[in-house]
């Protein structure tokens, strides 16, 4: 089923971003949740939230955290100004913490603004790809996400991790985030879809149809203790402004 949606008021709609950090991180096999893990000096999360403050489209960013998180008032944020805003009630899926995020934006999000969900794991996002996000989707209906085209061949494992088949990678994309969508759509989607693993299986299950913009494979996700390395690398050559 493929849903219409009414194209709207171009130049009208203004942009939330959400980070949903709530998780514990149990695959990185640490004490520490892995957004407070120390990355060139500062929590990984400091990084990943600075590059949406700093970013001139967006208006306000809610941090969704666990409300149990005493990690958190143990660091100092205010290098990252005043768009900043926690909220203390993040959920025990990433979905339930993103609507945490969407129900502290209700007072200032109308329908047709854009929402940016954004791992909080993922500290590497450059001010160019998010900015390629936002004008590519920027009078787009609905929405969309980076991503980035599958460039390995793929392999279907056994129990034994033995090969049990390759799967053709023609038109397989890895999703990233950001991933944008209008609050009212995203919201509503959601609601009626919860068990999902990202928000774009939200929109498609409503019958949406997401846009993938190209990204960069840097934004990656810090799952693994030897991706936590990786990240640092990569911000330590390529910092951004
Ligand atoms: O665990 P994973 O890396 O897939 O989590 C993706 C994002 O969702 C992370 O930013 C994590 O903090 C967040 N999350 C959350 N609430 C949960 C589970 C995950 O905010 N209950």
Redesign the pocket.
Known sequence: MSVVSLPPTPGHARHYAIV????H?SRFGSETPK?YLSLLGRPLLHHTLAVLCACPAIDRVFV?LAPDDDWWGGFDWSALGSKLETVRQ?????A??VQAGLAAAATAAADDDWVLVH???RPCLSASALNQLLQTLADDPVGGLLAVPVADTLKRSDQRDRVAGTVPRDGLWQAQTPQMFRYGLLRDALQRFPDVTDEAGAMEATGHVPRLVRGELANL?V?YPADLALAERLLATAPRG
């Open positions: 949903p950090a709530a998780g991180g957004q969704v993040g959920g025990a899926t990433r339930a913490s791992d909080a794991a996700k799952t």
